[in-house]
């Protein structure tokens, strides 16, 4: 399909592990954001890459938390030593560039630290 | 940084009558004004979007108006229908200069009573 994929889409893991949520973004969009939903919350902004810039991680929570793009295409957020409460739905989006364009959501990651 | 307010959490309106839902954003630069629909179990979806040159924009039963003086921008939905109950998130982005960041509003669970 042409939207953006996310994966898995559903994760269950122990306290102390480590995970890593993928994104496949829309092909040739420049932008991508990474966003948490914790239960019945707001979209919480985690990182943002636009191109080849140094991206935005002015959201991310902790230290914990990390994330890459490779080749301006995949990005991978990587969360280490899991805690309880960031079991939330991490959700992705892309976006075509930098002029008020559209942002179009995957149906995100549910992930439940147990 | 951009900071969105949104009002109200909750929202419950009789099936034909009008909902409304406010915005405030900080950030005087911003220009591009998105409303996201989320059903239970999906990503967010774009509804209607405004840019900073225009005060409103309609699309059938769906229209925003946005007051960039008073830095505030609503959602109107007419004639209410059962599939309009879900969560909107407004989101306020500026796009020029080097930033594109996109920051969302905390969400209205608007309820349609049948």
């Known amino acids: 399909g042409a939207g953006v994929s996310q994966s898995p889409s559903n994760k269950v893991t122990e306290k102390g592990k480590d995970v890593e949520l993928r994104c496949d973004p829309i092909?040739?969009?420049?932008?991508l954001y990474w966003y948490r939903q914790s239960l019945g919350q707001g979209l919480e902004f985690l990182i943002y890459?636009?191109?080849?810039?140094?991206?935005?991680k002015s959201g991310l929570p902790s230290d914990r938390f990390s994330a890459e793009r490779t080749g301006g295409s995949v990005s991978t957020l990587t969360i280490q030593r899991t805690q309880q409460e960031d079991s939330a739905v991490y959700l992705c989006a892309s976006r075509a560039g930098r002029s008020n364009t559209e942002a179009f959501f995957g149906q995100g990651t549910r992930l439940t630290v147990v | 940084g951009e900071n969105v307010e949104q009002h109200p959490s909750t929202l419950s309106v009789q099936e034909g009558d009008s909902a409304v839902i406010k915005c405030t954003y900080s950030?005087?630069?911003?220009?591009?004004f998105p409303w996201y629909k989320q059903e239970l179990g999906k990503g967010p979806q774009l509804i209607i979007d405004?840019?900073?040159?225009?005060g409103e924009k309609k699309d059938q039963r769906i229209a925003v108006t946005l007051n960039k003086t008073a830095k505030h921008f609503s959602l109107h939905i007419t004639e209410t229908q059962p599939e309009d109950s879900a969560v909107y998130f407004c989101a306020a982005s500026n796009t020029g200069g080097g930033a594109d960041g996109l920051t969302f509003g905390k969400g209205t669970h608007l309820i349609i009573q049948p």
């Open positions: 950030d005087s630069a911003s220009n591009y």
């Open positions: 405004i840019r900073s040159n225009v």
């Open positions: 092909s040739g969009h420049t932008a």
């Open positions: 890459f636009q191109g080849n810039s140094a991206p935005d």
